[in-house]
């Protein structure tokens, strides 16, 4: 077992504050929720400054902190291709060119804008799939932070689901989406506040960026790739052996960064909600752009501790010699030893570290208990761990009380995100749609807030069905992956195209979906058996890597949505140009900027945006 | 929307900046700090979240005042506010 932090009084009492204010704002907010529209929407009336943080916020949930501190300690700075290119195109396009539709629209959701653009069929099976899938992953991160609390301070998993189960119950149900905002702006400044000083101190510890890439060159080459391959995000992409995700760059940029990062930053109704609350059209379209500020960033913020969780044990790369193989005898390897001796508990407490592994635990076998070995007998780590095991390891009681409670910030933003997605689909395209029609707008009031407790109800028990079936939500979230693989076709086309049709549309996301599962099943991961990793079809090709598979079933879904989309579209009747004003690039008029400050028009953010991802990427590459 | 955010964000890295720096300077010197290389990282990074504090509660203050001496206070204003009551514009 790894050792239970012992929290200080002060550490609780931090929490504590943390959970007043979390709840004071939504007691605050209580009195403002007139209307449905206050309730799901904000009433429309959020600045974009917030409605711009809520946007990332919501996004960084406790998976992505956690997640993206794993694959920082796996993949290196190549993790951040999933913001610089997974995610900052994507958010400039939906800022620039789609947000004109969901807002100027004035749908009240994403299912919804279906509706109008295309009919009734193609709206409910985006609204179904969506309403399961927010549930489901509110849950799955909910059973992650249970499972992580256990292991970190010992706490009962029972007691961390509920205890903040209920605490974004509450301020939802007083304050509704405005409260999930204002607490995401909070858990956004919360979370930078926690982790900044641990990347600080990490760094230092380490010897700045030069130090851990110096030491990560020898993790390198103790995995068998060039020693700068953990430290390069673009110089080893020409070919998917020579770097650690095991990805060329096209599958790259057509898989990751155009076809799944623009199905989720485009179509994802938890991040384009956000955006929907923002007081003016021009506000909606900056939200995105705004986000994409601080999100360029976040890679140095919640990647960095991965990737110094693996330096903190490494020795150094002997460049002189040119060997492989670390250099026990460095100068700097002594430093390592000197930083170990000061941080932390003595070495003696801890299990002797294999090479490479840094401050990383061994993955413990669920039911032995016992350290699992890959087939060379090497052990299989537990990168979950990496970043909470920094937190532990770096930051004295006080600051790590300070730092949980950004981690239980970034657990509650996600949460919070899901749920107020959920309720919106759930009463607006779901239950006012099918379920009860033309009801006084007080009763969809009333709904949302009893659909917000069942729909944290339904979390907690997706929470629990993971911790006892693990297997099931995998494929859960497999089968949540075909679902939205193709969806950006769908919307491309029905916002850029006037001549695709409902028909068109619906065989293409159920066609899109069906490619993305044959794909799946006929092709296999290096290494890996049939089963939930695919080639349950039969084996026609193998990929070099885990992520490899996933864009490219990614890339055959959106292609089989389109094409599908616009052969049925061309069989069928489209409609009357009349009816798609505002749906519809080519009839709705462009928005008008005249009179906002230069500095301040969407075109020119996105500009600045896209210029300084090119020279982050130019920097690191 | 009824509440200004900067003044509970202001507020909570006031209260939570103020006890670090307090518990930081209370517990300077302590072995503990070996574990942030002998940095008393709470007094420092209390005080980096007093000052963010004061900040946005200082912006927030400022932006309430606006508000309180704005459209109102003023004859244009209550002739906007009238038009906007008449047009049902009031949010």
């Known amino acids: ?621 | 929307m009824g509440l200004d955010i900067r003044l509970p964000i202001g507020g909570m890295f006031f209260i939570v900046g103020l006890l670090l720096t307090i518990y930081g300077v209370a517990t300077s010197g302590d072995p503990a700090y070996q574990k942030s290389l002998s940095i008393d990282i709470n007094l420092w990074w209390g005080l980096v979240m007093v000052i963010f504090g004061v900040i946005f509660l200082g912006f927030g203050i400022r932006g309430a005042s606006k508000i309180k001496h704005g459209t109102e206070d003023s004859p244009e204003g209550q002739a906007i506010e009238a038009r906007e009551h008449e047009a049902s514009l009031e949010v």
């Open chain 1, 1 to 621: 077992m790894i050792r239970a932090a012992n929290l200080a009084w002060i550490d609780y009492a931090i929490m504590l504050i943390y959970f007043v204010f979390v709840l004071g704002i939504g007691y605050g907010l209580r009195r403002f929720m007139k209307t449905s529209t206050d309730f799901f929407l904000s009433g429309r009336s959020i600045p974009a400054w917030i409605t711009g943080l809520a946007f990332i916020s919501a996004n960084l949930g406790a998976q992505e902190v956690i997640g993206m501190g794993a694959s920082g300690a796996k993949y290196g700075i190549l993790t951040a291709h999933f913001y610089w290119v997974g995610a900052i195109p994507a958010m400039v396009f939906v800022g620039l060119f789609m947000m004109p539709f969901y807002y100027g629209s004035r749908a009240r959701s994403v299912p919804e804008y279906l509706k109008l653009r295309f009919d009734e069929k193609t709206r409910a099976v985006n609204a179904v799939s969506f309403a399961v899938m927010t549930v489901f992953s509110s849950g799955i991160s909910m059973y992650a932070m249970g499972k992580l609390f256990k292991l970190l301070l010992g706490w009962d998993f029972s007691f961390s689901i509920w205890v903040s189960a209920i605490i974004v119950l509450a301020y939802i149900f007083l304050g509704g989406l405005t409260s999930a905002i204002y607490n995401e702006v909070l858990q956004f400044f919360l979370i930078v506040f926690g982790f900044l000083p641990l990347v600080l101190l990490g760094l230092r510890s380490v010897g700045g960026w030069d130090g851990l890439r110096d030491r990560l060159m020898a993790v390198s080459t103790g995995r068998g790739l060039e020693p700068a391959a953990l430290t390069s995000s673009w110089t080893f992409m020409g070919h998917a052996g020579s770097n650690p995700i095991g990805v060329d760059w096209f599958t790259l940029v057509a898989g990751l960064g155009f076809v799944l990062s623009f199905g989720y930053w485009c179509t994802d109704f938890l991040v384009v909600q956000r955006a929907m609350a923002a007081d003016s059209m021009t506000a909606a379209r900056r939200t995105p752009l705004i986000a994409a500020f601080p999100k360029m960033f976040f890679p140095f913020l919640v990647i960095l501790p991965g990737m110094i969780a693996l330096a903190a044990g490494a020795g150094v790369y002997n460049k002189t010699a040119g060997q492989k193989g670390v250099q026990s005898g460095s100068v700097a390897a002594v430093q390592v030893a000197q930083v170990d001796k000061s941080g932390g508990p003595p070495a003696s407490a801890q299990p002797p570290r294999a090479e490479g592994q840094g401050i990383i635990p061994p993955k413990e076998d669920a039911v032995t208990g016992k350290a699992e070995v890959d087939s060379n007998g090497r052990p299989v780590l537990d990168y979950d761990l990496a970043t909470p095991m920094m937190l532990v390891h770096y930051f004295p009681a006080g600051l790590l009380g300070l730092g949980l409670t950004a981690l239980l910030a970034s657990f509650m933003s996600g949460m919070a995100g899901n749920v107020t997605a959920f309720n919106t689909v759930w009463t607006y395209d779901l239950y006012q749609s099918y379920m009860r029609k033309g009801a006084s707008d007080q009763h969809y009031l009333w709904m949302g807030r009893v659909a917000t407790i069942f729909g944290i109800g339904l979390s907690v028990a997706a929470a629990y069905v993971a911790a006892s079936f693990n297997n099931i939500m995998d494929l859960l979230q497999l089968v949540f992956a075909f679902v939205n693989a193709p969806l950006f076709a769908t919307f491309a086309l029905g916002m850029f195209w006037k001549r695709s049709t409902g028909h068109g549309a619906f065989t293409g996301l159920i066609s899109g979906t069906l490619a993305a599962a044959v794909h799946h099943g006929l092709t296999l991961p290096q290494g890996a058996v049939a089963g939930v990793k695919g080639g349950y079809f039969g084996v026609l090709t193998t990929y070099p890597s885990e992520l490899a598979q996933t864009f490219w079933t990614a890339i055959f879904a959106w292609t089989t949505c389109f094409i599908v989309t616009i052969i049925v579209s061309s069989l069928t009747r489209p409609r009357p140009d009349d009816q798609l004003k505002g749906l519809v690039y080519s009839l709705t008029d462009k928005p008008r900027e005249g009179d906002i400050p230069w500095y301040k028009r969407p075109v020119v953010m996105a500009v600045a945006v896209l210029i300084l991802t090119v020279i982050l990427n130019l920097v690191f590459s």
